[in-house]
């Protein structure tokens, strides 16, 4: 599906608001404007029929298309992710909203755990909203956000639809660094724990199969433990698997900070010491892991400087929406502690 008049419409607010067409002016004739612009006259009367419809331009039958307002010109920003109670999407949307609020703009926060993303996408059309970091979990609609026209970033994982921006943190680096670490510590066995199974953020789990035995640590398929829930109590569902393991690896790597924190907890309730009996590592270095009762060994992913690049690229992306495709792959780093 095209939606070539929206993009062009952004176009035309972009040109209204530095002034290429002023308020109370008359835009030019439509040949003239659809060829500077580069579309259909068709196109064209979608373009100011959508603008009239935000209040920009006005048109005026035998005499001519009106700009009547300047667009508005704080942005609108939102971010979409599902269960935002998790540390890591809170501590991220206070950084995204620290550089949001420095330019004078406003950040729409929006949980996808139970509404649908094709629901979202049309709410984020009707807010009228300049652009989006969308976080998925299970279903990737980037075929459906691209064909919105709303100019995007897919955060942590990489989209289907080979045009959309995408930052990732570099899981590989993360996971290779903590087997690094295990193997130094004299581990020769670790599993695996993640919360809610189909995740399209695997990388870190395909990281871990691909290069334990690479550092001599040895793993077992019994011991990639999956659960539906994510979270802390998708940390103590996944310990309950644990320990029903007729045998047990020496170490497990949790996806992440939260399901570790959850883990760790069933761990010492069900008398476990931790590290004595079992090593424990998270991924992301939320400010909790420092904290925590077990000071958490974990991987840092410099969230400030992540926040910031996608902040960045979304800007970038509302500012040229045909610019070609940007891609990050963030650094990350090992951060040793007592688990």
Partial sequence: MSLLYEKTAMILEERIRNETYKVSSRLPGEDKLAAELNVSR??????IQLLETRGIIKRRPSVGNFVVKIPRTKRLYAYVAPGLSDPFHAEFI?????????????????DSSHTSADKIISRLKEENVDGVVFCPRNVDKSILLKESGIPALWLAAVPKCQ????????????????????????????????????????????????????????INNKWILEVEQDGEEGGRELFKKFIKLKSRPEAIICYN????????????????????????????????????KVPLTTVDCHL????????????NRIANISMDRQVHIADCSLIVRKS
């Fill in 304 to 315: 400030s400087d992540f926040a910031s690049q996608a902040h960045a690229m979304l800007s």
């Fill in 257 to 292: 900070d939260w399901n570790a924190v959850g883990f760790i907890e069933a761990a010492l309730s069900y008398g476990m010491d931790i590290p004595a009996d079992l090593r424990i590592t998270g991924f992301d270095n939320i400010p909790l892991s420092q904290f925590y």
């Fill in 42 to 47: 068709s196109t064209l009367r979608r373009v």
């Fill in 94 to 110: 206070r950084l995204f909203n620290m550089m949001v609020v420095g330019e004078c703009g406003n950040l729409l926060v929006d």
């Fill in 163 to 218: 045009t959309v921006d995408y930052l990732v943190v570099n899981d590989e680096r993360g996971i290779k660094a903590i087997l690094e670490h295990l193997r130094d510590t004299g581990i020769k066995s670790a599993g695996y724990a993640k919360g809610v199974k189909g995740s399209l953020v695997s990388a870190r789990k395909a990281a871990f199969i691909k290069n334990a035995k690479l550092y001599g640590v040895s």
